[in-house]
């Protein structure tokens, strides 16, 4: 019954820094990790959603190893690395559709058939009010954060295009019955000293 419903927090947060071979994380994203870890030890979650790659999964047991109580490692494919939606043409800004475009078709004909199904599984499994107000960490990547975002304001679909997140920064979604979902904290690093912030982010300036 929707009566029963409660408020979900979601705290997103992408994996530290990986080595670029894919093998895991650096000695630096190991460090990200512990931090970050230590910044959300009190926070009572129910289970630490992570993806199958080893950067997810290095990332996920470093905070389980901070958190106060013992707290259960849930792996998951939806929690992985994906293109969760692939836009048209005619949905994209003119001025910006074929660079949007070119990024998206980087990814293989596979991911791209594959993704937009995940994206719509993760929806359903990790969004929207909750049966349990108990939060959930879920430890993931660029792409999914992005869209989690995109999707609790509402934006158009192709806009997960235009957000980047750094390496261990913490975002946290509320999803309350019978409100408009919530970005509370998004891309947030205070649990990072300034040598291990922006690590991940596209070339810029660091605030
Ligand atoms: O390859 C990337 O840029 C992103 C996509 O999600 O992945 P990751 O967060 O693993 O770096």
Same mark, same amino acid.
């Given at each position: 019954?929707?009566?029963?419903?409660?408020?979900?927090?979601?705290?997103?947060?992408?994996?530290?820094?990986?080595?670029?071979?894919?093998?895991?994380?650096?000695?630096?994203?190991?460090?990200?990790?512990?931090?970050?870890?230590?910044?959300?030890?009190?926070?009572?979650?129910?289970?630490?959603?992570?993806?199958?790659?080893?950067?997810?999964?290095? %990332?996920?047991?470093?905070?389980?190893?901070?958190?106060?109580?013992?707290?259960?490692?849930?792996?998951?494919?939806?929690?992985?690395?994906?293109?969760?939606?692939?836009?048209?043409?005619?949905?994209?800004?003119?001025?910006?559709?074929?660079?949007?475009?070119?990024?998206?078709?980087?990814?293989?004909?596979?991911?791209?058939?594959?993704?937009?199904?995940?994206?719509?599984?993760?929806?359903a499994r990790f969004t929207?009010?909750?049966?349990?107000?108990?939060?959930?960490?879920?430890?993931?990547?660029?792409?999914?954060?992005?869209?989690?975002?995109?999707?609790?304001?509402?934006?158009?679909?192709?806009?997960?295009? %235009?957000?980047?997140?750094?390496?261990?920064?913490?975002?946290?979604?509320?999803?309350?019955?019978?409100?408009?979902?919530?970005?509370?904290?998004?891309?947030?690093?205070?649990?990072?000293?300034?040598?291990?912030?922006?690590?991940?982010?596209?070339?810029?300036?660091?605030?």
């Open positions: 019954m929707p009566g029963d419903q409660r408020t979900r927090y979601l705290y997103v947060v992408r994996h530290a820094e990986a080595l670029p071979d894919g093998s895991g994380l650096t000695d630096r994203g190991r460090e990200q990790a512990a931090l970050l870890g230590r910044r959300l030890q009190d926070i009572p979650f129910a289970t630490v959603h992570h993806g199958p790659l080893p950067r997810a999964v290095q %990332t996920a047991q470093l905070v389980k190893q901070q958190l106060a109580v013992d707290v259960p490692l849930e792996v998951s494919e939806l929690a992985g690395d994906y293109v969760p939606y692939v836009p048209k043409k005619d949905e994209l800004p003119t001025d910006s559709a074929d660079h949007l475009l070119r990024f998206v078709q980087q990814s293989s004909p596979e991911e791209l058939e594959h993704g937009p199904e995940l994206a719509r599984l993760a929806l929207g009010p909750a049966d349990s107000e108990q939060p959930e960490l879920l430890v993931t990547h660029n792409f999914l954060i992005a869209w989690l975002v995109t999707q609790a304001l509402d934006a158009p679909p192709w806009r997960w295009l %235009t957000l980047a997140h750094c390496n261990a920064a913490l975002t946290v979604l509320r999803y309350t019955p019978g409100r408009p979902s919530s970005v509370l904290v998004y891309n947030d690093m205070q649990h990072l000293p300034a040598a291990l912030r922006w690590t991940g982010f596209p070339p810029g300036p660091r605030v």
